[in-house]
T-cell receptor, first 113, second 111 residues
Framework: SAVISQKPSRDICQRGTSLTIQCQVD?????MFWYRQQPGQSLTLIAT?????????ESGFVIDKFPISRPNLTFSTLTVSNMSPEDSSIYLC??????????FGPGTRLLVL | KQEVTQIPAALSVPEGENLVLNCSFT??????LQWFRQDPGKGLTSLLL?????REQTSGRLNASLDKSSGRSTLYIAASQPGDSATYLC??????????FGTGTRLKVLA
């Protein structure tokens, strides 16, 4: 299994600013994933973050808006840049560990005013 | 493009009832399927994972079945309890560890 923590747990931000979300895992994992859950919606994959290489973004998501770092096998950050109210969502990181089971962090609740 | 749909969107049942949550997917070429539980203010918890070669998985009062050819999975919850109240999500993977999530079923079990 894997235990994942995220910081911050929630934040209220002003339009035009940026927020960096941290994800820490208690074990080394190859792949980490960042998801977004907009209000009342299901989860949508933003990107896959592999250590030692650039993140792979899904359709509709770009690096300029959501830059990702993966400096080691237990840590990743997602930055939400130049925020607008449409970026208000829950952002979750996840990993696959112990086979193929996916584990999720508690999420970061972001409100953009 | 894979699409995952869950029916019903919301369900309210009295305590003790057996219930079935449904999940359908448009592309049967999946690698595995997972059922998750999401509680308000918390992340997701994996409940059951079914490989594409499997027909069902069981954990306690939960049983998940998979019919890949018809693009369907069901989650059966026996003897429901108020603590089962949550949103249940199914997600399918094509083998790259990337999951496509369904729309979710919000379950409320009344005491």
């Amino acid at each position: 299994s894997a235990v994942i923590s995220q910081k911050p747990s929630r934040d209220i931000c002003q339009r035009g600013t940026s927020l960096t979300i941290q994800c820490q895992v208690d074990s080394q994992v190859t792949m980490m994933f960042w998801y977004r859950q907009q209000p009342g919606q299901s989860l949508t994959l933003i990107a896959t973050a592999n250590q030692g290489s650039e993140a792979t973004y899904e359709s509709g998501f770009v690096i300029d808006k959501f830059p990702i770092s993966r400096p080691n096998l237990t840590f990743s950050t997602l930055t939400v840049s130049n925020m607008s109210p449409e970026d208000s969502s829950i952002y979750l990181c996840s990993v696959v560990s112990g086979g193929e089971t996916q584990y999720f962090g508690p999420g970061t609740r972001l409100l953009v005013l | 493009k894979q699409e995952v749909t869950q029916i019903p969107a919301a369900l309210s049942v009295p305590e003790g009832e057996n219930l079935v949550l449904n999940c359908s997917f448009t592309d049967s070429a999946i690698y595995n399927l997972q059922w998750f539980r999401q509680d308000p203010g918390k992340g997701l918890t994996s409940l059951l994972l079914i490989q594409s070669s499997q027909r069902e998985q069981t954990s306690g009062r939960l049983n998940a079945s998979l019919d890949k050819s018809s693009g369907r999975s069901t989650l059966y919850i026996a003897a429901s309890q108020p603590g089962d109240s949550a949103t249940y999500l199914c997600a399918v993977s094509s083998g790259t560890y990337k999951y496509i999530f369904g729309t979710g079923t919000r379950l409320k079990v009344l005491a």
